[in-house]
């Protein structure tokens, strides 16, 4: 089955959502939509749909950031999150849909790609090693209630 790679549109956003709850299901509703509009305006974000049968199966989401931990130049292209139905994972859509962002990263003069996951996202870690990233670094991050 051939998988296409699409820009979405305004009129993708109850689908674009949908996949956003799929990446962060605790995420409250109003946290996963407050930026989608900002993200769809901005020259620094872009986000893919990739479809298959004239339906998306899966997205990405990539800007433009200063930094990326481990990069070595400025600025990066940075996956910001992906998403693929669970019964086309392990068929290349992740593959195809990262492959687009990259791309779109290149076209924006960066020479580095980053991406981050949870310490415990195994399947995550494994899917990015599986596309050529490398672990740059770890971190654990602190807060104090003052």
Same mark, same amino acid.
């Given at each position: ?6 820009? $979405?549109?305004?009129? &993708?956003? *109850?689908?674009? #959502? ?6 962060? !299901?605790?995420?409250?509703? =109003? ?7 900002? $993200?769809?305006?901005? &020259?620094? *974000?872009?986000? #893919? ?6 339906? !998306?199966?899966?997205?990405? =989401? ?85």
């Amino acid at each position: 089955m051939e998988i296409s790679i699409r820009r $979405i549109t305004s009129d &993708d956003q *109850d689908e674009w #959502f949908k996949m956003r709850k799929g990446i962060w !299901p605790d995420a409250p509703d =109003e946290y996963l939509g407050f930026d989608m509009d900002d $993200i769809l305006a901005s &020259d620094e *974000d872009a986000v #893919f749909f990739a479809m298959m049968d004239g339906r !998306p199966v899966g997205m990405v =989401e990539a800007r433009i950031r200063e930094y990326g931990e481990g990069c070595e130049t400025s600025p990066v292209g940075y996956i910001e999150g992906w998403f693929v139905y669970p019964e086309l994972r392990g068929k290349g859509v992740a593959g195809v849909l990262t492959q687009a962002a990259e791309d779109w990263a290149r076209g924006k003069g960066c020479t580095e790609m980053a991406s981050d996951t949870w310490l415990d996202n195994a399947a995550s870690i494994r899917a990015h090693v599986k596309l050529g990233y490398f672990e740059a670094e770890r971190l654990v991050h602190f807060v104090k209630q003052l």
